[in-house]
């Protein structure tokens, strides 16, 4: 855990400059060209949506930290982030360690019998250095060939002169880019996963997006489907833009600020005096905000409403052709 110090605000200072919204928006042709790969997986395989979600939200963020696109399901470094991520959400688990609990046990030999904890912790460094590496590694070939595409990676790697940083700010930006992946990816597989449990919930809310889409559509593009929904759109769909509003559990579950806390109603943020919008409090706050929060509003607006534009959701039906309601529960684990 790095603490706060120079290094810190020097990271912080990378990623604004690199994900302002102003230039956040560089990404916005990542997010359609995602965004058209994601959308054609949910036609062919409706049914296993969500590997289509988190296979897309592996691509755009392998893309915009790395400049790597992802073509295949069986792309190395989408599996090897995957591994990662795993592995350091098993890091995470309260009891996981029994020498957490007892730290005199981290003075055992690696071949005593009560150590897997060394040994369990050798293999994870061991996925965690590969995720880390190896993504970079082919970054700066493509770099030396002159084939990389702009990327957070690529555009900090070359100093104001052109010329490339030296070894010891090199190791930074290896470890500040394999934080932007695995800490935007792990969110927006979270966020897009609810983002379907409550349409498939609320069939109200996203039967009255879908009619908000559809008279906007024929106003504005004369009826087609052929084009995406853009980022640009976002003013004109107020409630489609609503439901990205998130929920955090105890500020946003209080009844004498949010009426029926427990009911997705995005509607509740278009009154005259609205109760604050939780992407306020989702997001962090103040100089702890988020430094990728704008490139995750644009992806999050482009997929969900353009899914909503193309697709309705619905109840999966059991062998005897009823309805299985999902149970709307989340675990207080890491997201993988």
Known sequence: ML???????WYRALLHQQFNPRASKGYLPVHYHETRKFM???????????SAVRLMTSSVFLRVAYGHEVKSVDDIFVRNAALGTA???????????????????????????LATFHRRAKQIYEMESTHRELPFQDL????????????????????????LVDPEEREHIKYLTSSVYSGAADSATSLLESFFLAMTLYPDVQAKAREEIDAYTE??????????????????????????????????????????????????????????EPESYAFAFGRRICPGVATSKHMLFI???????????????DERGLDITPEERYSSDLTR
């Open 3 to 9: 603490q706060y110090g120079s290094t810190l605000k």
């Open 40 to 50: 054609k997986r949910l036609l062919e395989n409706p049914k296993d949506f969500l």
């Open 303 to 317: 997929a969900m409403s353009n899914v909503l534009a193309n697709f309705t959701i619905g109840k999966a039906k």
């Open 140 to 163: 700066e070939k493509r770099v030396s060939e002159g084939t990389a595409e702009a990327c957070f990676a690529s555009k900090l790697l070359h100093k104001d002169d052109g010329a």
């Open 219 to 276: 106003q504005y593009t004369k009826g087609s489907r052929s084009q995406l929904i853009l980022f640009e759109d976002r003013a004109n769909l107020p409630y489609t833009r609503m439901k990205m509003n998130l929920n955090m559990w105890k500020m946003m579950h209080d009844p004498e600020v949010y009426e029926q806390p427990d009911r997705f109603m995005p509607e509740r943020y278009l009154v005259e005096n609205p109760p604050p």
């Open 87 to 113: 592995a350091f959400s098993e890091t995470m688990q309260p009891t996981r360690w029994v020498v957490d609990m007892l730290p005199m046990l981290r003075y055992l030999p690696v071949w005593f019998p």
